[in-house]
């Protein structure tokens, strides 16, 4: 059974920095297709980021050049750098794994439907 667990949220002016944090059990995060997704009050869960198990790396267009996704084997965990922070930031901040994929895919093959595990979520503000 696989658990993520995010920490590192919390509340930053605009043109700050975070790095959340996502503790993986039951399965490697380099054996998988990882990433992060957010959701904002009134809206759809939306993709940030995601990194295969080759290091293939992907990101929204929102979020290109200013975040940095990344992962630790050896801890086990997945980063999520956010550098430059906008208020339009503001949302709780997801963990995600799939199995790994074999060819290229968009957002790394993180769809809803491939999905198989999700964190809690964490929550970071951006205050202007």
């Known amino acids: 059974q696989v658990q993520l667990v995010e920490s590192g949220g919390g509340l930053v002016q605009a043109g700050g920095s975070l790095r959340l944090s996502c503790a993986s059990s039951?399965?490697?995060?380099?054996?998988?297709?990882m990433g992060w997704f957010r959701q904002a009050p009134g809206n759809e869960r939306e993709f940030v980021a995601a990194?295969?198990?080759?290091?293939?790396?992907y990101y929204a267009d929102s979020v290109k050049g200013r975040f940095t996704i990344s992962r630790d084997n050896a801890k086990n965990t997945l980063y999520l750098q956010m550098n430059s922070l906008k208020p339009e930031d503001t949302a709780v901040y997801y963990c995600?794994?799939?199995?790994?994929?074999?060819?290229?895919?968009?957002?790394?093959?993180?769809?809803?439907?491939?999905?198989?595990?999700w964190g809690q979520g964490t929550q970071v503000t951006v205050s202007s």
């Open positions: 990194i295969t198990w080759s290091g293939s790396r």
């Open positions: 995600a794994g799939r199995p790994r994929t074999y060819s290229a895919q968009p957002m790394g093959g993180m769809t809803a439907n491939s999905i198989d595990s």
């Open positions: 039951g399965r490697s995060v380099s054996s998988a297709n």
